[in-house]
């Protein structure tokens, strides 16, 4: 079944309440009440409760609670950043894997959020590397994980000797050089 409207679309939907949450926030001052956040969460709830796709849904929630974003990030609760972000797993619900994480790495969204947004391309002269939290998570969080596994789930280990270790699926110098892409 096809995904009815886009979490964006329904965001604007609600502009009436976001006039109503601005003059709250004026006129009150407290410090929980905030437009977009307020927004998002009535625009996600509303598509929830009101459309038939429960399977689409259950597995867009969670892709997005593997893949995350913030509402304590530098795009400060924008409400459309947080629409079209879901729009993704929407979208690639029964999808290919490769695209959501192509899309989320393309959206403004994740890299404000993982601060790969204009990162400086490396200068080993000047001491100017690009950050690696991104290249780390898709890496640690979003795709192989940290050690190699058989194929019944267990870790693999490496024995020296005496010493029996996890084998590692990366190490740092994997995840500089996909810094690098990220620039």
Same mark, same amino acid.
């Not at 003059?23 to 001052?29: G, P």
């Not at 410090?31 to 977009?36: K, L, Y």
């Not at 924008?78 to 993704?88: Q, R």
């Given at each position: 079944m096809p995904i009815t409207y886009s979490f964006e679309s329904v965001v604007i939907d609600y502009y009436q309440y976001v006039r109503y949450a601005l !003059? =709250?926030?004026? *006129? $009150?001052?407290p +410090? *929980? &009440?905030? =437009?977009?956040i307020r927004c998002w969460e009535y625009a996600w709830w509303q598509y929830h409760m009101t459309q038939p796709d429960l399977l689409h849904q259950k597995i867009a929630l969670a892709l997005s609670e593997i893949i995350v974003i913030s509402t304590k990030s530098a795009f400060s609760n924008? $409400?459309? =950043? !947080?629409?079209? !972000?879901?729009? /993704?797993f929407m979208t690639h619900a029964f999808g290919n894997y490769r695209? /959501? /994480? @192509? +899309? &989320?790495t393309?959206?403004?969204a994740m890299g404000s959020y993982l601060t790969y947004l204009a990162n400086p391309k490396s200068d080993t002269i000047n001491n100017i590397f690009p950050d690696e939290k991104y290249a780390r998570e898709v890496m640690q969080l979003f795709t192989i994980g %940290?050690?190699? %596994?058989h194929l019944n789930g267990q870790? &693999?280990? @490496?024995? *020296?000797g005496n010493d029996t270790s996890k084998v590692a699926t990366y190490d740092n110098e994997t995840i500089l050089e996909y810094s690098k892409i990220f620039t």
């Open positions: !003059f =709250a926030r004026d *006129n $009150t001052s +410090e *929980n &009440v905030s =437009a977009s924008d $409400t459309y =950043a !947080f629409g079209s !972000f879901y729009d /993704i695209d /959501i /994480i @192509q +899309e &989320v393309y959206h403004p %940290l050690d190699s %596994l870790s &693999v280990y @490496q024995i *020296n």
